[in-house]
């Protein structure tokens, strides 16, 4: 029964395949949807839940290759070891800039936050593995769920995370009708930019929003990428007469010491991809779905904001702050 579920999504293609190409069907199939299929198929059978390896035998016997992404070439150990100590010897520096208020010098926990965006698709799983044949190329049709359908912007505080929900950047003017507003998520914050990516307009009217929520005349701690975008000149003088701190991680080491990438982007998306594959489950198959671009940010923003509500509700920020050494 898995099997044949596979082949309603990925068309066996050899040289005795004789099909009409308009009939040949690419769907992108991810080992998390293959194993949420076979779980489904246990319970409808009344059979016990097969384990994660067994998936894996599984896509061995049928010679099915899990295809993977490539990575970037990450910097040498010892390399990231002293850029991070340098990071981490500026945060201590910058506690010392202030007031005493504790043991970490001028912050509280609550006043130091790691803001980072992604991209972020409407359907389907968020990496870019997926199942194919053997011997043929992984050609997948397009669809919305393909491409980047907004970005997703996370803010994280080491100490009270409900100030801030999610925002979502959409591509577009903004031109949009007071019905289709009042329909998204209470929670998710929405702004429109030509290409759906963060710039330099956008953020700033990000951190002037961010800061109308947290401004009780204490200083703050600001930890970011070096995104261009993040570090032009008169952002980041406006942030120091607001007695914000910019911290910037070093090129290459976001993924050992930035919050948002080790611990929160991953445990957000698999929510979201959960909630997203609940939808298409309930009214799929996927190519059945027609949704106009109003009905798609609305459905963006309810995914989001459930999707971050499981990953504040499971997920403990404080400590993840801690293992990073912030606070």
Known sequence: MLYSWYRQRRTKIDSNTNIASDVIRREKVSFKQLERKGKRISHQLQHRIPSSKWFARFLKRRNLPLQRPKRK????LSEAHKLVTSFHLYLRRASKWGVKRGPMGAFKPRDVFNMDESPLALFGDQSKRSINDIGTPNDIDGNLGDKRFATLILTVFGEDNSRIGPVLLFKGKGRVSSFEKSQYAQGVTVYFTPKGVINGITIKRYLEFWHSRVNDGYPKLLITDSCTSHLEPDIINDMKKKRVVVAVVPGGCTMYVQVLDVVIFSIFKS????IAEDYIEKYGPRSNIKLTAS????????FT???WERTLANVDIAKAFQDVGYT
């Open 73 to 76: 070439q990450k910097i040498p």
């Open 271 to 274: 929510n979201y991809d959960n």
């Open 295 to 302: 009905q798609s940010r609305i459905l963006c923003t309810k």
């Open 305 to 307: 904001w459930s999707a």
